[in-house]
């Protein structure tokens, strides 16, 4: 069926696979494209006065004491208005990620900014997998998630609540899913965070792999449960295409039990080095492991 405004058939689904449509009532957010820009924080403006003099003036009082003669201006002189003066810009806002990754190091107690960096990660990608796979499987038809047009709110709650300002159909095959999530979003978003705050590169892959997964499970998990046996056919179907692209390929495995779906990822997101934190169901250690803080973990 053809996508509705509202979205309406993502609402059974659960909050997690929510998206709202619209703008966003209280006011703008940054969109996802300013929130995968790795361009610098401007610096702070210099917050000195304007005096027109040169950065080498000599601006110490002089110390002869011997008064020199007084000076007039000429007859004909009239002062002018003086140099120029421009008002300092305002501070530069934070970037979206930085944000983020400090609500999100705030909610868990994370002391390691990749650690933070790494769970707002996945939290993001759950997120947009879940919105894509649900529109797949709930529509056929998948909604132009151009980063351009969804709002994103950094310094809300998990899970993320994600607005749609424009509702685009688009068709829901594999290679479009792959498109608009993988090289729309987590593409430019992993770029920007390795950028910004250095998590490794494969702890951000399986992160994706991860949270597809996750996502499919779900959906697989609601659709048995709502008797749509063919619907749950569909999530694992799409899930095992998606798993299988190049940017994922190798992650971890998926494997099915019956009608429910497991997956063993082959990196670590680093939540157990979180206060209180232990290993993921579908971590790659069995156990919390014993290393150095610094460790690379990708």
């Known amino acids: 069926m053809h996508l509705d405004a509202r979205l309406a058939a993502l609402a059974p689904l659960g909050g997690f696979f929510a998206l709202r449509t619209g703008e966003p009532p209280h006011g703008p957010l940054p969109t996802l494209a300013q929130a995968y820009d790795r361009t610098p924080t401007a610096p702070a403006a210099d917050p000195r006065p304007d005096t027109g003099l040169r950065p080498d003036a000599d601006l110490r009082p002089d110390t002869d004491p011997t008064p020199g003669p007084a000076l007039h201006p000429a007859p004909d002189f009239h002062p002018g208005p003086g140099p120029e003066r421009h008002p300092c810009p305002p501070p530069p806002h934070p970037h979206p990620l930085d944000t983020r990754i400090r609500r999100v190091a705030a909610g868990i107690g994370a002391r390691e900014p990749r650690v933070a960096a790494s769970v707002a990660h996945q939290a993001l990608a759950a997120r947009l997998w879940s919105v894509a796979l649900g529109c797949a499987v709930r529509y056929g038809r998948l909604p132009d998630l151009d980063p351009r047009l969804l709002r994103w709110d950094p310094a809300g709650s998990a899970p993320e609540d994600l607005w749609l300002t424009e509702v685009r159909e688009r068709p829901a095959d594999p290679a479009t899913l792959a498109g608009a999530v993988l090289h729309g979003h987590l593409e430019p978003l992993a770029a920007a965070l390795r950028a910004r705050h250095g998590p490794a590169a494969g702890l ?76 993921c169901g579908d971590c790659c250690f069995a156990r919390v492991p014993r290393s150095s803080p610094r460790g690379p973990s990708g």
């Open 204 to 279: 951000l892959r399986g992160n994706a792999a991860s949270a597809l997964a996750g996502a499919a499970r779900q959906l697989a998990r609601w659709a048995r449960e709502n008797g749509d046996l063919e619907a749950a056919g569909r999530t694992r179907a799409l899930a095992a295409d998606l798993l299988a692209h190049p940017l994922l390929a190798g992650a971890g495995t998926l494997t099915a039990h019956g009608t429910d779906l497991a997956f063993r990822r082959r990196s670590c997101c680093l939540y157990y080095r979180v206060p209180g934190g232990g290993v």
